[in-house]
């Protein structure tokens, strides 16, 4: 398998602060990134995805930065609010690899009233 | 349209026994997928079909692991016998036939092996 940000850490911020997750990847061949959210007992759930000739989009209050130098990836959210409180995973996908991805272990983001 | 649905959500067994996990990927999806999550640590991949065909099943683990996916619908993966070291959430997910679309996942079955 591939390192897709082995470690866990856990992110705890204030309501209203903005967040910021981190995700390392090592393929330089991966062409295609996404942020999933889990909260318990759920499923992954889609957040926003980037191509690899992209290094930023938005979403509605979420934000991935791409920078394919360093193999590194990152969600911002804005004004985070309690239902952002779950572990967020990256995942990346190979060229031309039938959306087979690769998912690091996550993030847990806890977001403080 | 309906999601991924996974059955059951929680199945508890003693070592040695058989376990079936059933997923039924949304409609029209030609790509399904198998996930494993273990002890908090990252999601790993199991395998994959295209339709009725397995892709890509470079992840399962050994050869207690068997997945089906008859008619390219539903796909079932089997556990048997069972280890401690099977326990985990597993996931399923499915996408279109398009290259470079998100996966839908379902809400897991946590197996739990006593």
Redesign the interface.
Known sequence: ?ES?G?H?PTLSVQEGDNSIINCAYSNSAS??F?W?KQES??????II?I?SNMDKRQGQRVTVLLNKTVKHLSLQIAATQPGDSAVY?C?E?KL?N?????????TKLNVKP | EAG?T?FPSHSVIEKGQTVTLRCDPISGHD?L?W?RRVM??????LL?F?KESK??ES?MPNNRFLAERTGGTYSTLKVQPAELEDSGVY?C?S?PRQ??????????TRLTVT
Do not use: C, M, T, W
């Open positions: 398998g897709v082995l866990l062409d295609y996404i999933y007992g759920k499923g992954p759930q889609f995805d191509r995973f995942a996908k031309y039938f959306n087979k991805f690769y998912f690091g272990s996550g | 991924v996974q790509n997928y996930y908090g640590k990252e999601i790993k991949f994959h295209v892709q890509d992840g996931f997910a996408s290259s470079n679309s998100p996966l839908h996942f379902g809400n897991g």
